[in-house]
T-cell receptor, first 113, second 114 residues
Framework: GDSVTQMEGPVTLSEEAFLTINCTYT??????LFWYVQYPGEGLQLLLK?????DKGSNKGFEATYRKETTSFHLEKGSVQVSDSAVYFC????????????FGSGTRLLVRP | ETGVTQTPRHLVMGMTNKKSLKCEQH?????MYWYKQSAKKPLELMFV???????ENNSVPSRFSPECPNSSHLFLHLHTLQPEDSALYLC?????????????FGPGTRLTVT
């Protein structure tokens, strides 16, 4: 079945550092890929998405590129801020999963001033 | 109101109580979901409703009883819960029938069972 694997957290960075959170997936079809973010005490917010190979999703300075050859969708940001501290979830959706969201386990990011 | 709202935001209940969680979506979507998020299992899909019909129940104990009276409202009725049911309960909605099925989440209800 479909699955998503994320790097273990927590990831601790200093402000203005470069961020990469790795995400790889397993799917038999051609999934859509998502990154969600959960700030403390809140629900999940859709951060960005990509629907086909080589698509780049971007939002709020975050980017991720759909790499079919490596089955990856790594999240990057050039300069993190303290306000980016949150838990980040990678997810996929496709016909084989009945279009449900399949989530990774989440990666906690802590940005220090 | 916009997006997905959930009430109450916090709930403390005893094991013999009966309470209900409410979710409302203002996005015109036709599918709604309940998730449980706890420290042990980050995100567990509990129930899925499409056009008010339940299409998925992921082996959820019967002490959780969902209700979807229309495409905009979703309830989770709780009775005789256990302490291990303490968690954040998240509601989400999406538009089925589109190519891309992103879900939109509410802020969650933090449930504590004493």
């Amino acid at each position: 079945g479909d699955s998503v694997t994320q790097m273990e957290g927590p990831v601790t960075l200093s402000e203005e550092a470069f961020l990469t959170i790795n995400c790889t997936y397993t799917a038999t079809g051609y999934p859509s890929l998502f990154w969600y973010v959960q700030y403390p005490g809140e629900g999940l917010q859709l951060l960005l998405k990509a629907t086909k190979a080589d698509d780049k999703g971007s939002n709020k300075g975050f980017e991720a590129t759909y790499r079919k050859e490596t089955t990856s969708f790594h999240l990057e940001k050039g300069s993190v801020q303290v306000s980016d501290s949150a838990v980040y979830f990678c997810a996929l959706s496709d016909r084989d999963s009945s279009y449900k969201l399949i989530f990774g386990s989440g990666t906690r990011l802590l940005v220090r001033p | 109101e916009t997006g997905v709202t959930q009430t109450p935001r916090h709930l403390v209940m005893g094991m013999t109580n009966k309470k209900s969680l409410k979710c409302e979506q203002h996005l015109g979507h036709n599918a709604m979901y309940w998730y449980k998020q706890s420290a042990k299992k980050p995100l567990e899909l509990m129930f899925v409703y499409n056009f008010k019909e339940q299409t998925e129940n992921n082996s959820v104990p019967s002490r959780f009883s969902p209700e979807c009276p229309n495409s905009s409202h979703l309830f989770l009725h709780l009775h005789t819960l256990q302490p291990e049911d303490s968690a954040l309960y998240l509601c989400a909605s999406s538009q089925r029938g589109l190519t891309v099925h992103e879900q939109y989440f509410g802020p969650g209800t933090r449930l504590t069972v004493t």
